[in-house]
C-alpha cells in the first residue's frame, strides 16, 4: 500500500480525522493542540494521526491535500482545513454546521 492509498483510507473510512503532530491525548505543538481543543469541546469522535512517527505520512498529507502545513482536518473524506481556518470556522460557528450537516454533531447543539 502506498502512502497515498493509505492516506485516503484514513480519510474515507474515518467520519473525522486530524493528521497533527502529536497525539490527541499530547498534541507537540500549539496549533495541533488548538485543534484538539476545539474538537474536543465540540465532542465530535475523531481520530488524530501522528505524521511525527513517519516522514513519509508527514510529506505523503502535504501532496494528498496541496496543503503545506500540519495539522489538517478531514470531515467525512474532504479537507476542511488547517489550524487557523478550523479556528475560524468554529469562532463564527460554520464548524459546529459542518459537523452538523454530516451528522456529527456531538455537543455541537448547544453551543450558542
Known amino acids: ?3 497515498q492509498q ?8 474515518n467520519d473525522v480525522v486530524l493528521f497533527m503532530k502529536g497525539t490527541p491525548q499530547f498534541p507537540q ?7 484538539v481543543q476545539i474538537l474536543d469541546h465540540l465532542g465530535v469522535p475523531y481520530k488524530g494521526i501522528n505524521v511525527l512517527e513517519s516522514e513519509e505520512i508527514r510529506e505523503g498529507i502535504k501532496a494528498y491535500a496541496q496543503w503545506p502545513t500540519i495539522p489538517q482536518l478531514y470531515v467525512k473524506g474532504e479537507f476542511v482545513g488547517g489550524c487557523d481556518i478550523i479556528r475560524e470556522m468554529f469562532q463564527a460557528g460554520e464548524l459546529q454546521q459542518v459537523m452538523q450537516d454530516n451528522g456529527l ?8
Open 29 to 35: 505543538c500549539g496549533f495541533s493542540g488548538q485543534v
Open 105 to 112: 454533531a456531538g455537543k455541537t447543539h448547544a453551543q450558542a
Open 1 to 3: 500500500m502506498s502512502i
Open 6 to 13: 493509505f492516506i485516503e483510507n484514513e480519510v474515507k473510512s
